[in-house]
């Protein structure tokens, strides 16, 4: 038991510690090493308890400006990155199967650091979701779906921030920005022209767009681990990933079915 106990703290002091990536010790929620994990639990805390309890007793608000607004940023800050991390790739020539990460002070390197780093704190603001729903009274919308997708979301794209910031796993960034650009322009129409999106058919390729999304990263980080590669990442990184992929895609494959299999439909 003394040895697991040690064996754990020895890998926890490497990742949060020794792992660290030098350049990106200084940028913004990046220190210290339990940031995330503090703005996870408070997140998670205030959408599932201390919100319900202020609102019980209050007027739900509208907030249609703030949302908007807030959406607006989304599909803008969204496409920015699909464009920077696009060109970025090309740039570098990646290979698909396997793109180690480049640690150099390169102008491209760290050009890429930065684009992971942005890629994590819009994955932060996008907590700001669930707080919407919370202050509008919409609980029913603080699924477990939700709630672990924005959770994790924000988890998984710190430790590959602060310890491999690039490389193969800048992929599921760039994929997922194009994703949530769509998603964002959505959101902003249900709230601009409501009449465009309730009940409309094609909203539910919005789901389709997430599925095939968790599908292709599931491919693409089970490929380095089938064929053994050495990407320069342990492959139980992207073991995690896809596992979390695989389940992602098992959940919105559910979701699909109640929200839009036949019996909704009749």
């Given at each position: 038991?003394?040895?697991?106990?040690?064996?754990?703290?020895?890998?926890?002091?490497?990742?949060?510690?020794?792992?660290?990536?030098?350049?990106?010790?200084?940028?913004?929620?990046?220190?210290?090493?339990?940031?995330?994990?503090?703005?996870?639990?408070?997140?998670?805390?205030?959408?599932?308890?201390?919100?319900?309890r202020?609102?019980?007793?209050?007027?739900?608000?509208?907030?249609?400006?703030?949302?908007?607004?807030?959406?607006?940023?989304?599909?803008?800050?969204?496409i920015?990155?699909?464009?920077?991390?696009?060109?970025?790739?090309?740039?570098?020539?990646?290979?698909?199967?396997?793109?180690?990460?480049?640690?150099?002070?390169?102008?491209?390197a760290?050009?890429?650091?930065?684009?992971?780093?942005?890629?994590?704190?819009?994955?932060?603001?996008?907590?700001?979701?669930?707080?919407?729903?919370v202050?509008?009274?919409?609980?029913?919308?603080?699924?477990?779906?939700?709630?672990?997708?924005?959770?994790?979301?924000?988890?998984v794209?710190?430790?590959?921030?602060?310890?491999?910031?690039?490389?193969?796993?800048?992929m599921?960034?760039?994929?997922?920005?194009?994703?949530?650009a769509a998603?964002?322009?959505?959101?902003?129409?249900?709230?601009?022209?409501?009449?465009?999106?309730?009940?409309?058919?094609?909203?539910?390729?919005?789901?389709?767009?997430?599925?095939?999304?968790?599908?292709?990263?599931?491919?693409?980080?089970?490929?380095?681990?089938?064929?053994?590669?050495?990407?320069?990442?342990?492959?139980?990184?992207?073991?995690?990933?896809?596992?979390?992929?695989?389940?992602?895609?098992?959940m919105?494959?559910?979701?699909?079915?109640?929200a839009?299999?036949?019996?909704?439909?009749?």
């Amino acid at each position: 038991m003394a040895l697991v106990l040690k064996s754990l703290y020895q890998h926890y002091n490497y990742y949060y510690h020794d792992a660290q990536d030098p350049r990106t010790t200084d940028l913004v929620l990046m220190n210290p090493p339990w940031m995330p994990l503090a703005l996870i639990a408070s997140y998670m805390y205030f959408v599932q308890s201390l919100g319900p309890r202020l609102m019980a007793n209050r007027k739900a608000f509208e907030l249609r400006q703030t949302l908007l607004m807030y959406n607006i940023l989304q599909v803008i800050l969204n496409i920015y990155l699909a464009y920077a991390g696009t060109k970025l790739m090309i740039e570098k020539r990646v290979s698909l199967l396997c793109e180690p990460v480049d640690r150099s002070l390169s102008e491209t390197a760290v050009k890429e650091v930065q684009l992971v780093h942005y890629y994590y704190l819009l994955k932060v603001l996008d907590l700001v979701d669930t707080v919407f729903f919370v202050l509008r009274k919409k609980q029913s919308h603080v699924s477990f779906l939700h709630v672990y997708h924005h959770a994790g979301m924000a988890l998984v794209p710190f430790f590959y921030a602060r310890i491999y910031p690039g490389g193969h796993g800048s992929m599921l960034g760039v994929i997922n920005v194009y994703v949530h650009a769509a998603m964002y322009f959505y959101f902003f129409l249900t709230v601009y022209r409501p009449e465009l999106t309730k009940n409309a058919r094609w909203k539910k390729y919005i789901t389709v767009l997430q599925m095939v999304q968790f599908a292709v990263l599931a491919v693409y980080f089970g490929l380095p681990v089938l064929l053994n590669y050495e990407c320069g990442i342990p492959n139980f990184w992207f073991c995690g990933v896809l596992i979390q992929c695989l389940f992602m895609l098992a959940m919105f494959g559910d979701f699909y079915r109640k929200a839009y299999g036949r019996k909704k439909e009749k």
